[in-house]
């Protein structure tokens, strides 16, 4: 019998890629989202790409009631992966409760259901944002926790020590912490892509609307820094790369092949791009020339920080393989889909 796999945030834009690559690798997956942030519609597309529908439960996490509904309809569940949580860093900064209370609030009950249920393994969706401004480049795992710059890395920072001091207090299954960098592009089929609601705050969703005109101009925050070019230097990664990660990782917790209670990977490409070689690469892998224009710093930003990848690539076997051309190219297609919808 298949395994099945729960996957809350499933209609969002890595949940949804992860779903995908889940069900392709053989697994069951039920989906569970509120859509505050996504649409049921994602669905579709996850069907047209794998031929099979996974159910989608609209229910809010930090519901404890309306979660364990789901966990007490689809009793057999051995794993789960927790997408599902508030992401931007602006809004956090507004309205630092709200991101308090469902991030929070969401991980607990997760962690309650999926040990009551006994469940086989846990993958929480964290963030390179807890390593601040490293003081060392590449960053490994081992890197010290900075203070966090906004509510949402606080919040990545707290449900980490959640984790740890529940799986100490006993908890029924194994927890992988994975630390994504940032994660970019859409799947090759253009059935799903990234969904962002209004103006991106995220530079690639904000390169494709500009290219496809709907925004007048990039706005590149700050050529001062100190990096080779004074762009900021991130470590992009293809989000079906980053979603395979996630399959290793949940047939790693479900067949036990690791002792440890919890294990943390980062995953990045292990190379630094800055914001204006994001803009070159992508103008070369489309043929679109790019509007943009430098303005001022960006708030809480900070100047460049990449990832180690080495821990993930030898005791997950993982590697992320596409390259930058070709994952910009696919965030392209996918905004030209859009368009047509
Ligand atoms: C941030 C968070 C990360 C979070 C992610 C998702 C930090 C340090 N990082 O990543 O944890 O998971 O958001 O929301 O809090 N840029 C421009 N113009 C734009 C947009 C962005 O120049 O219009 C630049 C930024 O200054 C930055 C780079 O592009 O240097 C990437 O920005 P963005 O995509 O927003 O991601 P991060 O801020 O790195």
Not at 72 to 101: C, N, Q
Not at 316 to 334: D, F, I, Q, Y
């Amino acid at each position: 019998m298949k395994e099945l796999i729960l996957v809350t945030g499933g209609t969002g834009y890595i949940g949804s890629h992860t779903v995908v690559e889940l069900i392709e690798a053989g697994y069951q997956v039920v989906i569970v989202d509120n859509l505050s942030n996504s649409e049921a519609k994602v669905v579709d597309g996850i069907e047209k790409i794998t031929g099979v529908r996974p159910p989608l439960e609209v229910c809010d996490c930090s519901d404890f009631d309306a979660f364990k509904t789901v966990f007490d309809k689809y009793h057999t569940i051995s794993a789960a992966i927790h997408f599902a949580a508030s992401k931007a860093v602006g809004e956090s900064v507004e309205k630092p409760l709200d991101y308090y209370r469902n991030n929070l609030l969401s991980l607990i009950n997760m962690l309650k259901l999926l040990s009551a249920n006994n469940g086989k393994g846990f993958v929480f969706s964290s963030s390179c944002t807890v390593y601040g401004q490293p003081d060392v480049l590449p960053v490994t795992e081992q890197a010290p926790i900075k203070p966090a710059m906004s509510p949402y890395g606080n919040t990545k920072q707290i449900c980490e020590e959640i984790i740890r001091d529940a799986t100490h207090a006993g908890l029924s299954f194994k927890s992988i912490i994975l630390r994504y960098f940032n994660p970019i592009g859409a799947h090759p089929s253009a059935e799903i892509g990234e969904l962002p609601l209004g103006v991106p705050q995220n530079l690639i969703p904000y390169v494709t609307q500009t290219a496809a005109g709907i925004r007048a101009k990039l706005k590149i925050f700050g050529n001062d820094y100190n990096t080779p070019d004074g762009s900021c230097v991130r470590d992009y990664i293809n989000v079906v790369d980053l979603a395979k990660a996630h399959v290793i990782a949940v047939k790693r917790l479900i067949e036990a092949k690791s002792s440890d209670k919890i294990e943390t990977f980062n995953l990045g490409t292990g190379r630094g791009l800055s914001v204006l070689e994001i803009v070159k690469s992508f103008e070369k892998a489309t043929g679109v020339k790019l509007n943009y224009e430098i303005v001022g710093r960006r708030e809480g930003d900070i100047e460049q920080v990449w990832a180690n990848p080495d821990y993930a690539n030898q005791v997950l076997g993982w590697k992320a393989t596409s390259t930058v051309e070709e994952t910009l190219l696919s965030a392209w297609r996918w905004q030209e889909k859009l368009a047509t919808r």
